[in-house]
Antibody, heavy 126, light 110 residues
């Protein structure tokens, strides 16, 4: 059974860089049918997509964050990582990693996140 | 403000049927399939419905999804206390080239 686990500091100072890693177990990150994504949830708010990465290193970012976000992959460790630079209080959130499933049908491409990691809470302090 | 629009709250009594709506636009729901996630208090989201109306293994058939045009709905029949949760709709957005989510609906079982 595939599992994802986020890890990284729970407290980051304002203007510094947030760094998180997602470790994938029970399956290979190098599968051709999947992308790997980061999603965050500010306190009391909804879900926000940050970006995705393919095992080859191809990345796709939410334009709202593109200038500050970098997602990378390490296939040898079955991990992918997130870096957010110049953080502010608005970056305080629970950060989730998840597998993005792709299914190409006759007329369209279907995508959904499954499974998700348990999430890691990151607080940006001043 | 979320790209997809959901009612902030919904409620029902045990055994009742409830529906949660999700409204989008041509670039997301109008062009792509809809997924639903259940987020129990203090937990990570869990896939509930994918590809508009498909249930992953282990999800009870009390949960069903549908889509029409630029809107979608999640229906829960035979409501149970353990269904009390936040529910999020999501769809790929062709303009964003990424997924968009609804703001979430908090379901209360009275």
């Amino acid at each position: 059974q595939l599992q994802l686990q986020e890890s990284g500091p729970g407290l980051v100072k304002s203007s510094e860089t947030l760094s998180l890693t997602c470790t994938v177990s029970g399956g290979s990150i190098s599968s051709s049918s999947y992308y790997w994504g980061w999603i965050r949830q500010p306190p009391g708010k909804g879900l926000e997509w940050i970006g995705n990465i393919y095992y080859s290193g191809s990345t796709y970012y939410n334009p709202s964050h593109k200038s500050r976000v970098t997602i990378s992959v390490d296939t040898s460790k079955n991990q992918f990582s997130l870096k957010v630079t110049s953080v502010t209080a608005a970056d305080t959130a629970v950060y989730y990693c998840a597998r993005l499933v792709l299914r190409i049908a006759a007329s369209d491409t279907r995508r959904w996140f499954d499974p998700w990691g348990q999430g890691t809470r990151v607080t940006v302090s001043s | 403000q979320s790209v997809l629009t959901q009612p902030p709250s919904a409620s029902g009594t045990p055994g009742q049927r409830v529906t949660i709506s999700c409204s989008g636009s041509r670039s997301n729901i109008g062009s792509n399939t809809v997924n639903w996630y259940q987020q129990l208090p203090g937990r990570a989201p869990k896939l509930l419905i994918y590809s508009n109306n498909q249930r992953p293994s282990g999800v009870p058939d009390r949960f069903s999804g549908s889509k029409s045009g630029t809107s979608a709905s999640l229906a829960i029949r035979g409501l149970q206390s353990e269904d009390e949760s936040d529910y999020y709709c999501a769809a790929w957005d062709d303009s964003l080239n990424g997924p968009v989510f609804g703001g979430g609906t908090k379901l209360t079982v009275l």
